[in-house]
């Protein structure tokens, strides 16, 4: 298989683009650095792209990897052919390499194998050959009766050569790969439930279930494999057995023979018993693969505009972790992050001392001049927003407030990493701290937490967890480096996620910071231990060093582009100070006017980069987040027994998954928005329509206060009946 081949068609890319990927990926570049600076190389592959082709490039190599090593298993067994030599080159799935290498596996005991020990794989070829017309079975199996061997009889030499005969039949790649086809296209999965207790009603709707294998959708799978875990359901892979023994009976049964009896039986023992299950679990194992790379890429597509939600700077904020019997915890922070009070009230059941709590933060809101109040959206949430509004309206000074995600907070304060960051605090007044923390800048915050623990999925806990941490590791990677982190004030936690850095790298930076102080330019960082000329490349584009000897280092220009600036700003009679001072506006409509392909020519910059350079020099420092839309803030809180049908609101997108979306409308219970519901037209997937922390204009359509459930809708059509789930 040419493997480069291969990529540049299922990538849709030019040879020398395909070419330039793979040698960049093999000389061990990250996916950041060569998304952003090597665009002419690749033609302006993005992160996803390019993370998608490397996970290709290494199933394609691994796939030569296993024929390499079955064609060698099979030729030392002296029993390679050209039409196997030709099924193994052209097989383009593992799945079709193991079929084709099943009858050559040192097998364990079966009764195919008990069988050939008695000396009956003679007879076996005989009966499968179905050449013979005259006669009975008895007088061709009479000479293989063998008392010593343990065949008593001709009946018993018949039965097991039927038994090769079966698994021969069972080992027949095509018959495998054929029948794999029949059952993906048309075969039921099942699920009945087995099991009512207290937590059968979670599988209410799979007690009597039966769905084609073609159309169940990933979450659905997901559901019923957690149910089967849990003992609660009893999951099965049905399809027409007659049919299937059919198909599998054509090329394998020739009429006429007196053998052509024993072989049906050995079609239908081999289907029953050998194939099906086989092909079962295979088919159980496709749609779990398929749904747990539906599920993290969910997860990944959600936990992408998490982190990167723009943060809210220059604010004295308050956190508040909710809780009923011990207090809501409060943390004062600074308009950088740091801890400038703490403390714990009681304005909740079952205190409810609510007016001691009121004249605690107000005195504090007045004290630290806090502008806004974080609120974690958990346990207690809906007390301690309504407790927080009420508070705002005897406050003299303007605060408004903002329910958060406190997803994976308790996490952070119970982890290693929390417990160095404040050694002297407990556990609740660190997640006090986060929650503040997180809403002057998200992504910050939460690379401190494992992406899992985030909360922006679906059934994680139930995935492979090294793909998953693999596929979440990459999306905090690609949101660090397009973002850019601050060398001189980044966390650990931080700068662990820049390209080309490691743990150990990543400590040497922090002591040699601690010892030397601030950097002062990026070149200083080839004097850190252990961070040579590779890791410098990777890494010195994405690190910023605001007000630092030298201008460029406070964008995302990379060093080796350096010259390629100067020359551009002498072009057209810049200096550096004009960039510090933000005076290049004029930049693009200069190098436009002049002609881009010259400007290109006369600095050695490609077409690409020198884009990059231009915008980068025109807004140093900038932040990729500051474009979008920021975060709602609130003075008053509603209830559910506000909602109306009909009624419009302005929501927040919480979680995106296979069904539809979760939106927040302030009433603490998040209202779920179904696909049919997203918009007038189809709509694919809810992840083509709608982002995590977007805002968006909601219409209330069903109010459920017992089941606490919210039916939201987003169609202008409010005549069209909903789909259902």
């Known amino acids: 298989m040419d493997i480069t081949a291969r990529i540049r068609t299922e990538f849709n890319l030019r040879a020398d683009h395909a070419d330039n990927i793979i040698s960049l990926i093999d000389a061990g570049n990250t996916i950041p650095f060569i998304a952003r600076y090597r665009k002419e190389m690749t033609g302006h592959c993005d992160d996803q792209v390019l993370r998608e082709l490397a996970d290709r490039l290494k199933y394609l190599r691994n796939l030569e990897k296993r024929k390499e090593e079955v064609t060698a298993s099979i030729e030392e067994q002296g029993k390679m052919t050209e039409e196997i030599a030709a099924s193994l080159s052209k097989a383009e799935t593992l799945s079709e390499v193991e079929d084709i290498y099943r009858p050559f596996k040192q097998k364990r005991k079966t009764r195919a194998t008990v069988a050939i020990a008695k000396g009956l794989e003679p007879l076996a070829e005989i009966i499968f050959a179905q050449n013979i017309t005259e006669g009975t079975l008895e007088d061709i199996a009479a000479p293989y009766v063998n008392p010593d061997l343990g065949v008593e009889d001709w009946r018993q030499a018949v039965d097991g050569a039927r038994d090769i005969v079966a698994e021969k039949i069972s080992d027949d790649a095509e018959l495998r790969k054929k029948l794999r086809r029949i059952f993906l296209k048309n075969a039921d999965i099942t699920a009945k439930l087995v099991k009512k207790d207290g937590e059968a009603a ?37 399809i027409d057995k007659d049919f299937a023994i059919r198909v599998a009976s054509v090329g394998t049964v020739k009429e006429g023979s007196v053998t052509t009896p024993v072989v049906k039986e050995a079609v239908a023992d081999a289907y029953e018993r050998l194939i099906y299950p086989s092909i079962e679990r295979e088919i159980r194992a496709y749609l779990t693969e398929n749904a747990n ?17 723009p943060p809210i700077r220059g604010i004295v904020t308050m956190g508040l972790d909710p809780a009923y019997r011990t207090g809501c915890k409060i943390a004062v922070v600074d308009e950088t992050g740091k ?28 004290k630290y001049g806090v502008d806004v109040i974080s609120i974690g959206n958990g ?10 509004a009420d508070m705002l309206k005897d406050c003299p000074r303007k605060v408004s407030y903002i329910v958060v995600s406190e997803a994976g907070a308790s996490v952070y304060s119970a982890s290693k990493l929390g417990a160095e960051e404040f050694p002297d605090y407990d556990v609740s007044e660190r997640s006090a701290v986060s929650i503040a923390r997180r809403l002057q800048d998200p992504l910050a915050e939460l690379i401190k937490i494992d992406p899992k623990s985030i909360g922006v999925g679906q059934y994680q806990h139930d995935m492979p967890a090294a793909r998953l941490d693999e596929v979440l590791g990459g999306v905090v990677e690609d ?53 040579g000329e590779k890791a410098f490349e990777q890494c010195a584009g994405f690190l910023r060093i605001p007000g630092g000897d030298v201008v460029f280092d406070n964008t995302g220009v990379h060093p080796e582009s350096y010259g ?53 020099l025109v807004k140093p420092g900038r932040d990729v987040r500051d474009s979008l839309p920021r975060p709602t803030l609130r003075t008053d809180v509603m209830d559910i027994n506000d909602l109306v049908v009909g009624m419009e609101l302005t929501g927040t997108v919480r979680n995106v998954i296979d069904f ?66």
């Open 202 to 238: 979670t599988y209410e709707m799979y007690a009597d279930y039966s769905e084609p294998v073609s159309e169940i959708k990933s979450h659905r799978v997901l559901a019923i494999n957690r149910g089967e875990a849990e003992e609660y359901l009893r999951v099965k892979i049905v």
């Open 564 to 616: 390629g600036a100067e020359k551009l700003l002498s072009l057209f009679g810049y200096g550096k100070d004009d960039v510090r001072q933000g005076k290049l506006g004029e930049l693009p409509s200069k190098v436009s006017a002049f002609g881009t392909s010259r400007v290109c020519e006369y600095t050695g910059l490609g077409a690409d980069t020198l884009g990059d350079v231009v915008s980068e």
């Open 479 to 531: 949101c660090v480096n397009s973002v850019g982190v601050d060398l001189n004030t980044a966390s650990p936690s931080l700068l662990s996620y820049v390209a080309g850095l490691n743990s150990a790298i990543v400590k040497n930076i922090v002591a040699y910071r601690e010892e030397n102080g601030k950097f002062k330019t990026r070149k200083e960082l080839l004097k850190v231990p252990k961070l």
């Open 339 to 366: 801890v400038l009070d703490k403390t714990v009230v009681y304005p909740t059941p079952p205190q409810n001392k609510t007016e001691e709590a009121k004249k605690v933060l107000l005195a504090m809101i007045a």
């Open 293 to 309: 790379e539906q599920g993290i890429k969910m997860f990944a597509g959600n936990l992408k505009p998490l982190l990167m939600q």
């Open 379 to 388: 346990t207690a949430s809906k007390e301690s927003e309504i407790f927080v």
């Open 660 to 725: 539809g979306a979760f939106v927040d409308i302030g009433v603490h219970q998040d209202g779920l928005v179904h696909i049919s519901e997203l918009s007038d037209g189809y709509v694919r997937h809810p992840s083509d329509v709608l982002k995590v922390g977007q805002t968006v204009t909601v219409r209330v359509i069903g109010v459920d206060t017992a089941k606490n459930r919210i039916s939201l809708s987003m169609r202008k059509d409010k005549k069209r009946p909903h789909a259902d789930s």
